[in-house]
């Protein structure tokens, strides 16, 4: 068996989904989940089996992916890109096809669009990544011609910077005003909110149609930390074998790098460490933390018992910072039962 | 065409493997790249075509890729791994190969390797990434069979958390001083340094036999701050089209995320930006940086006559902080003169 090797609970990771899917129905939300994360049709299944009809990718490739896997209701939450007119054309003519308007310069381009396409106008709530200002955003709605407008798409992407659980639930609040606000204006027109945590956190969601979240279907260490999941909902981990061990220093070293991890990290942790079992691996051990990484070496700081249960040929379970781009620099998932999952 | 991309301008490529080699060759010293930057064997080619007939990678799965392209003199410059040891004897029935010997924990394995393998005893020269002290390792070499060892390895990894040249001389001055320690006690075994930057701006190897510098090849705005380079010399780039610009804060968004730059970054900055012509690109634009990655998007923040210069659709060329990590994570480079070139 080849290691470091990409690892899936796959009972958890259905759990995720059963979970989400529910509370999407419970609040009458339209429930169009993120597939970044996961970047795998076999995964998409799952989603299909608990009724996802609609999805949300962040490429066109991903898009022309999960096309050919028999999505056909997808919207790419990625500033529209001049470049790649024709190949959003030649997909709409196979699927509904949604795209962002993220900018008024895109505007003069729009005539070259497939009528088929829909456009949600991206709204930006401060986060300043990609996006109008709400006032904008509505000022151009009531210019574009309105059966082309499918509604209004907002990443609170600010969620993630947040310090704790009332943080989150500060700048859903914000969006729920955002959302009012299109709605009295636009009301027939979709309210579509993104993050991962405030959905996760959030119990109202008055004036919000559509939720697009993504991460929770694997979660991650920095999910864990925001308060959008618990330890045991990670559903992903590295399995990396242990190549030297530093007594002294109390160190140890995985073969494990940045290839495999990301160099993603929350104060200068770049995963937490669990021990893997036959049935999963368990919480994450005590007062020890992937510390550094180079290319393929990573270093774990840990204390004198932990080090104790170890020996060389280790295998040891990284639960990731950020599962999204951990999952991006593997080609396939393993999961407990050893069944390869591929991925795009 | 497709972007983002990684864009290889061929003749700083070529130019910077001459002057490396050139430089070993000056110096009186075996040149063993190491190969774990570009992972490709075409580009391998234009080591070969210099003369260069040893080799560095960090694992084996790479040794097995750069074996199969007709390399039979390899070092495998990470922790030897307990688990790969069926795989490493396999190896070696075909090539010459090295393998690191990094913690005493090992010796008990090394009756289960090929009598065809040698081995390096890793040394730390207080970098604390892995290796031996000096010490253990002299008294390491003195007990192992000495057909068997083939020298000393270092690497100096600190050198990367330099903060100018000054620095980088003063840890290669305690390199040469450890080398003549080692050469004091076993002047047949050969004394085999690593890093880029101290390579790259050191003028004496007394009692250094070996070179294994990597980075080189494509070198990055890390080893540019560093002293290691001129922006002139970086020879990758990925070209990222923009998707969006926001004048009021002077921001640019583009299609290039973490999937495509990885998350490396010297304080906050995850790449520089220069404007690509047919002849490659130019130096990086003034006061404008990568400041931002999320998976896809990419956040630049630039200034008022940059702003004016670009618009929706235009290319820009994204210098990479770490050209190893960036490479890694594409499939594949683009010439300037759009020819493909494979990895692995």
Chains 1, 2 share one sequence.
Not at 1 to 29: H, W, Y
Not at 146 to 166: I, M, P, W
Request: with cysteine.
């Amino acid at each position: 068996m080849e290691f470091p090797k990409l690892v899936l609970d796959k009972q958890k990771c259905k759990t995720n989904i059963k979970r989400f899917v529910s509370k999407a129905k419970k609040k009458g939300l339209i429930f169009r989940p993120h597939f970044k994360t996961h970047q795998s049709a076999q995964i998409g299944e799952w989603f299909r089996q608990n009724g996802v009809n609609s999805i949300t990718v962040s490429s066109i490739a991903m898009a022309e992916y999960f096309a050919a896997a028999g999505w056909n209701d997808i919207t790419i939450a990625f500033p529209l890109n001049v470049l790649q007119i024709s190949q959003y054309n030649k997909l709409a003519e196979n699927i509904n096809l949604n795209l962002l308007i993220s900018t008024t310069q895109i505007l003069p381009k729009l005539s070259q669009l497939s009528d088929k396409i829909g456009y949600f106008i991206e709204l930006d709530n401060g986060s300043n990544r990609s996006g109008l200002e709400i006032d904008l955003a509505l000022k151009l709605a009531a210019i574009l011609p309105s059966d082309r407008v499918r509604g209004f798409l907002l990443h609170a992407g600010n969620t993630y910077k947040a310090k704790n659980s009332t943080e989150i639930l500060k700048i859903h609040q914000q969006q729920l005003e955002i959302a009012q606000k299109c709605k009295q204006n636009f009301p027939e027109k979709i309210f579509s909110i993104g993050d991962t945590p405030s959905f996760s956190l959030a119990e109202t969601f008055s004036n919000i149609d559509e939720a697009r979240p993504g991460n929770f279907v694997f979660f991650d260490v920095m999910q864990r930390n925001l308060g959008s999941c618990q330890w045991e909902d990670i559903a992903l981990a590295v399995y990396c074998p242990v190549v030297a061990m530093y007594d002294k220093r109390q160190e140890i070293v995985i073969h494990g790098g940045a290839v495999h991890l990301s160099k993603e990290n929350e104060k200068g942790c770049f995963g937490r460490v669990a021990i893997p079992g036959k049935t999963g691996w368990g919480e994450p051990l005590p007062d020890t933390y992937v510390t550094s990484l180079s290319q393929e070496h990573g270093i774990i700081k840990t204390r004198g018992d932990v080090l104790e249960m170890i020996e060389l040929g280790s295998i040891l379970a990284i639960l990731p910072i950020h599962s999204c781009l951990t999952a991006n620099l593997f080609t396939e998932y393993n999961t407990l039962e050893n069944n390869i999952i591929e991925k795009l």
